[in-house]
T-cell receptor
Framework: GAGVSQSPRYKVAKRGQDVALRCDPI?????LFWYQQALGQGPEFLTYFQNEAQLDKSGLPSDRFFAERPEGSVSTLKIQRTQQEDSAVYLC??????????????FGPGTRLLVL | AQSVSQHNHHVILSEAASLELGCNYSYGGTVNLFWYVQYPGQHLQLLLKYFSGDPLVKGIKGFEAEFIKSKFSFNLRKPSVQWSDTAEYFCAVNTYNTDKLIFGTGTRLQVFP
């Protein structure tokens, strides 16, 4: 019955460090999305999973960004060799996604990443 | 490429004033339209959505939005705002075969008692 959870809520990294951000979707939700929200902007799409299949990764800004969802539930977004421009809030969302793109996406609280 | 424009970046109102937030999208095909709200310190949550049928959609907390296809618009309205409506409001769109949401830049609403 819990909503989407994300951890950690805050992460400070030194430039060049690797980070891993975790998302626990709502139980039974098929679809999982990652978005990046820069300060003062709306969320921007990064990648999308349906079960364990990554169907769209067109929004990943570089090959330093990698996401996985190996068992079709929990997902991890990994950023290698972090740069200052990676500083943002990373949002995870999940939806039932039976047949329709109109299914509501439920968002987690986000992970605020600051790269120094 | 699809895009969403929210022309009001910051709106300041007194309680009981009426609210209308603009949202325009660019896409020629069938779309699904959403308004999300983010209250201070909270996560994004759905206010309302349109995907078919009656173009006037009613959501939670007295909000409504009207889809006008000819104008590519989906403006959000509330006849009388409350202090508790202070939040950031995001309009978003996706299409029949593209699940990802395209968001506008958001409108920050401040309501003073």
């Amino acid at each position: 019955g819990a909503g989407v959870s994300q951890s950690p809520r805050y992460k400070v990294a030194k430039r060049g460090q690797d980070v891993a951000l975790r998302c626990d979707p709502i139980s039974g939700h098929v679809s999982l999305f990652w978005y990046q929200q820069a300060l003062g902007q709306g969320p921007e799409f990064l990648t999308y999973f349906q079960n364990e299949a990554q169907l769209d990764k067109s929004g990943l800004p570089s090959d330093r960004f990698f996401a996985e969802r190996p068992e079709g539930s929990v997902s991890t977004l990994k950023i290698q060799r972090t740069q200052q421009e990676d500083s943002a809030v990373y949002l995870c969302a999940s939806s039932l996604r039976r047949d329709r793109a109109s299914e509501t996406q439920y968002f987690g609280p986000g992970t605020r990443l600051l790269v120094l | 490429a699809q895009s969403v424009s929210q022309h009001n970046h910051h709106v300041i109102l007194s309680e009981a004033a009426s609210l209308e937030l603009g949202c325009n999208y660019s896409y020629g095909g069938t779309v699904n339209l959403f308004w999300y709200v983010q209250y201070p310190g909270q996560h994004l949550q759905l206010l309302l959505k349109y995907f078919s049928g009656d173009p006037l959609v009613k959501g939670i907390k007295g909000f409504e939005a009207e889809f006008i296809k000819s104008k590519f618009s989906f403006n959000l309205r509330k006849p009388s705002v409350q202090w508790s409506d202070t939040a950031e409001y995001f309009c978003a769109v996706n299409t029949y075969n593209t699940d990802k949401l395209i968001f506008g830049t958001g409108t920050r609403l401040q309501v003073f008692p």
